[in-house]
């Protein structure tokens, strides 16, 4: 059986997360759009616009999304869930996105 870690992603895997969504077969081109502004809104801009501090491992303090990633035992990323909080309730969380590389 091949062991699987589970740690915090950073901005450094936003195409693996691009390439896991595609690799499905099951997202459109437009939900894969939107999963990547979703992990910019945890994450950051591609560009570090949203880092306050300059560096662009920093969540935004605002940010409503959370991400864990699934790595393989040579640190790679094979999968990927997103959750955050619902709105208007206490301590309920909605799971957004949840995807493995088929190749995993």
């Known amino acids: 059986m091949k062991r699987t ?3 915090d ?3 450094k895997y936003r195409e693996r ?8 077969g ?3 081109e437009d939900e894969i759009t939107v999963a990547l502004q979703v992990f910019d809104s945890a994450y950051g801009a591609p560009d570090g616009a949203h880092a306050s501090d300059g560096a662009q491992n920093t969540p935004p303090a605002t940010s409503d999304y959370f991400f864990l990633g699934a790595f393989t ?14 709105p208007g309730t206490d301590a ?3 799971l957004y996105w949840i995807a493995v590389d088929r190749a995993a």
């Open 73 to 86: 035992a040579e640190e790679e990323l094979a999968g990927f869930a997103c959750y955050g909080p619902t």
């Open 17 to 24: 997360v691009r390439e896991i969504l595609r690799s499905t």
């Open 26 to 28: 099951v997202f459109r």
């Open 92 to 94: 309920t969380y909605d």
């Open 5 to 7: 870690f589970i740690g």
């Open 9 to 11: 992603l950073t901005p």
